[in-house]
């Protein structure tokens, strides 16, 4: 195996290279969700089924924090389905007293809650197939890496697109020169503040199925604004 | 697996119909939801196409259209839409349209007609409205007048002579097709002029012309002409302003008919317009402090019609401009014509078309160079007594600050006012300016309108280029803040009455107002409604594109809100006001109103840095 996929921000050059040598797999799940394939890599992104995925996390810090709860949604171009979203609380194992509380997240709430392993047959049931979207990469990627090698040593990675640095290379491309000049910082990027730019309403509460959801209707918001369905999957992804 | 969505049901439970669901069933209703985004300007919903879902506007707004294209309602956020296609085949009767960048929850159409089943009062809203949308698509009286196209009052072709053909012979057309103007067009179909009734009475007959005379020599040339796309209570206002009685209706270049006041008057009567009709043939002060009592009555349908706020505030302001003009006008009959040349002004909130009810008087005289006061100072001195007096029995109150004609320091001869103006503009004093930004909102209302004109330019074309005079007014603008506190929670003021509340004028629309008047100002705009101000400031690029909207969203937001708690205490038989207590609202009036306070705190924020950072 490649060392280089345990590195931090790593993903493969090829995606369908890295989803053959998966495909292999001798983890039931994680070779029928490889098996499924990135076929919608070749699709244009308004053709694409897209799955919205979130996760809420004990802290930023992949290596000692834990995935405290998962929500998705499916959605495409036109609609974001409801009826298909899901979410997760997760029990984490043991919490540190810092951590007591996350996004409103109780101890009691998830000492009850299943343990990752557990729901990861339909987790990935669930994503198989479908391009996955998220608001800011590196969470779900590193969270899920980690994961990976922790439950099968073996690296879980998928192609992703990321509404955060899309509305960053959308702004970037769309400022005027001069401030690009003058390195005028771009506005905030961060879900809510990004949401309002294209006048979607704010959600009061968020945890990990809202946001994932506020993160669909941000891509069909993108997709009109900057015409991006007739592009490529493969162009968008990271 | 039924999710709990709670974000979506509270987004619901505060509308009709879906207040009247049990929690469970708005819960399940919620996990059934499909979300879907469109930009302003695209179809939701084309005619005929099948249609699966009840739409409900999360956010944004739509514009609902009958079969004929023909605007038909427009709903703003908490609204649903589609029902009537749903009822009726499954296929699209009311086309839609997104008038602002949008988001829908789609309702699939088993679980809509389940719950009208199963549910009355949920039915029961369907029924209602479906009864009223069809009666209103069919009748076009019970439509209120912001949406009614005008088109809707043309009832026939128009009666179309060429400039050659006589009097008399334009006269039998126009008795033979009981209309009351005939179109001159030239041979290639343009426009020329009309003739109406009164123009034959009075061109015709009472000088004796020759009947044989070319209409030519006598039809009205100098026309107002309105696009066939305009509404209703457009052409109202242009009819009232302009006092015209006949409003040619164009489809570019073509003539599509005309419309008169009379057609209009029969469309709506019983509103603003015949109110102001009234105000303006009335004889006596007595008979017009008579007429104001129906202010609030009129005000009232206006609201209730869900007229916009910026219509709300064009019509009272032509109401209490004609109480001014009218006023002015039966006072001369009893001193006499004037000595020299006078024009009465308007200021505040009746020269920006923003007038609500519960505003004093504020006005004053610009009167000829030629006047002096040791001769002429008594007349105009019993005149604005008269004025003034006369229009606080109309329901105008006597101003508290004094801005008002029957002050002497606000008679001013034309040079003067150019001078006061000079003065505040190049020796801006804060603290003087404080009271007088008010005369930067100037209109005129009777005599000599030109010479208000003239002012506005003066002041435009002045106030632009004064660095420490846009700094002294932005730093006056800054002084009203918000009622915010830290944590965006609002911050109340005991009122009257002992209630915790906020007043909305003072902390909301007058703070906002001031914002926009120096951006007015700073960019060179002779316009006074801040609606129309914000309209031409976005034409420079002293803000971002998307900030007029923030604002002028802020703005129309807390003018109808305004506007409705006043119809409330109205029809509550309450003092109108202008306070506000936010635990009346809905939390999501209660979220809305913060947002448009939070738009305003960012605009002063952008108004110190803009004008004030050096000072």
């Known amino acids: ?206 945890n990990a199925l809202v946001d994932a959801i506020a993160t669909a209707e941000l891509l069909q918001a993108q997709m009109q604004k900057w015409r991006l369905g007739d592009r490529c999957v493969k162009e968008l992804c990271q | 697996m039924s999710i709990e969505l709670p974000d979506i049901e509270r987004a619901m439970t505060d509308h009709e119909p879906f207040c009247w669901l049990p929690a469970d069933a708005l819960s399940d209703m919620a996990s059934s939801i499909e979300v879907s985004y469109k930009q302003a300007g695209e179809v939701v919903l084309a005619l005929n196409e099948p249609i699966h879902h009840l739409y409900f506007v999360r956010s944004g707004e739509v514009e609902i259209f009958r079969r004929d294209g023909s605007l038909y309602n427009r709903l703003p956020a908490g609204h649903v839409f589609g029902q009537m296609g749903l009822l009726m085949n499954a296929k699209v009767r009311f086309p839609a349209t997104t008038r602002k960048d949008s988001l829908f929850y789609l309702i699939p159409i088993q679980l809509f007609m389940d719950y009208c089943e199963k549910y009355s009062e949920f039915g029961d809203f369907f029924e209602v409205n479906e009864h009223s949308i069809l009666e209103q698509a069919i009748q076009v009286g019970k439509d209120d007048m912001t949406t009614v196209p005008v088109t809707e009052l043309i009832t026939s072709e128009p009666l179309v002579v060429t400039p050659d053909t006589t009097v008399a012979e334009c006269a039998i057309r126009i008795s033979e097709n009981y209309i009351a103007a005939a179109v001159v067009q030239d041979k290639h179909g343009i426009l020329l002029g009309i003739v109406t009734d009164s123009d034959l009475r009075a061109r015709v007959i009472a000088k004796s012309l020759p009947y044989d005379t070319p209409v030519d020599d006598i039809m009205s040339t100098e026309l107002l002409v309105m696009d066939q796309h305009a509404y209703l209570h457009e052409v109202m206002l242009v009819m009232l302003r302009n006092n015209t009685h006949h409003v040619p209706i164009m489809d570019d270049h073509r003539v599509l008919g005309v419309v008169s006041l009379l057609d209009v008057v029969a469309h709506e009567s019983q509103n603003s317009l015949l109110l102001v009709r009234s105000i303006l043939s009335s004889e006596s002060i007595d008979s017009l402090a008579q007429l104001s009592k129906q202010l609030p009555s009129v005000y009232e349908r206006l609201v209730n019609e869900h007229a916009t706020s910026h219509m709300i505030g064009s019509a009272m302001s032509v109401i209490g401009t004609s109480f001014m003009q009218q006023m002015a006008k039966l006072v001369e009959d009893e001193l006499g014509p004037p000595p020299v040349p006078y024009c009465l002004i308007a200021l505040g909130s009746l020269a920006r078309d923003e007038q609500l009810l519960v505003t004093d008087q504020d006005n004053a005289l610009i009167l000829s160079d030629d006047y002096h006061e040791a001769i002429h100072g008594a007349y105009f001195e019993q005149f604005s007594n008269m004025l003034c007096e006369g229009l606080d029995r109309c329901g105008y109150p006597l101003c508290e600050g004094l801005i008002m004609a029957s002050n002497p320091k606000w008679r001013m001869r034309r040079s003067e006012w150019r001078d006061q103006f000079t003065d505040w503009i190049e020796n801006p004093d804060p603290k003087a300016l404080l009271n ?53 929670n609002f911050v109340l003021e005991e009122d009257g009455r002992q209630q915790k509340s906020l007043n909305i004028k003072r902390r909301g629309t007058a703070p906002l107002t001031d914002i926009i008047r120096v951006h007015a100002l700073a960019t060179g705009s002779i316009l006074q409604n801040s609606f129309e101000r914000l309209d031409d400031i976005s034409k420079t690029k002293l803000l971002p594109n998307e900030k007029y909207d923030e604002l002028a969203n802020a703005l129309e937001l807390l003018y109808s809100m305004r506007a409705r708690e006043q119809m409330l205490a109205i029809r509550e038989k309450r003092e109108p006001n202008n306070n506000i207590a936010p635990d009346t609202l809905s939390l999501t009036r209660q979220r809305s109103l913060k947002e448009a306070f939070n738009v305003i705190t960012q605009a002063q924020r952008f108004l110190k840095y803009r004008y004030t950072a050096n000072g």
């Not at chain 1, 994961?147 to 959308?170: H, K, N, R, Y």
Request: one cysteine or more; hydrophobic letters at 40%; proline letters at 6%.
């Open chain 2, 436 to 488: 007088a930004s008010i005369f930067f909102d100037l209109v005129a209302v009777h005599g000599k309108k030109l010479w208000a004109k003239e002012l506005q330019k003066f002041i435009a074309t002045k106030a632009k280029n004064s660095k420490p005079f846009l700094a002294s007014l932005a730093r006056n603008a800054l002084k009203r803040t918000p009622p915010l506190g830290v944590f965006k």
């Open chain 1, 1 to 206: 195996m490649d060392n280089r996929l345990k590195e931090r921000g790593y993903a493969p050059k090829v995606w369908a290279e890295f989803q053959q040598s998966m495909s292999g797999s001798r983890q039931q799940d994680l070779k029928r969700f490889y098996q499924a394939g990135f076929g919608y890599m070749d699709e244009k992104l308004n053709d694409a089924p897209c799955l919205a995925i979130d996760i809420e996390t004990t802290g930023l810090n992949p290596e000692q924090d834990k995935i405290v709860s998962v929500g998705l949604v499916e959605f495409d171009s036109a609609r974001v389905y409801l009826p298909t979203a899901k979410y997760w609380l997760v029990n984490p194992g043991e919490l540190s007293d810092t951590s007591i509380v996350v996004h409103g997240i109780t101890h009691s709430d998830v000492s009850s809650a299943p343990t990752i392993d557990s729901i990861m047959p339909e987790l990935l049931d669930a994503m198989a197939g479908r391009l996955c979207v998220v608001h800011y990469r590196a969470m779900e990627r590193e969270f899920f890496r980690k994961l990976g090698f922790a439950l099968w040593s073996q690296p879980w990675l998928f192609p992703v697109i990321d509404t955060f640095a899309l509305e960053a290379s959308c702004l970037t491309h769309s400022q005027r020169w001069f401030n690009r000049l003058l390195g005028k910082p771009l506005p905030s990027l961060r879900l809510p503040d990004t949401r309002l730019r294209y006048h979607l309403p704010e959600y009061e509460n968020h």
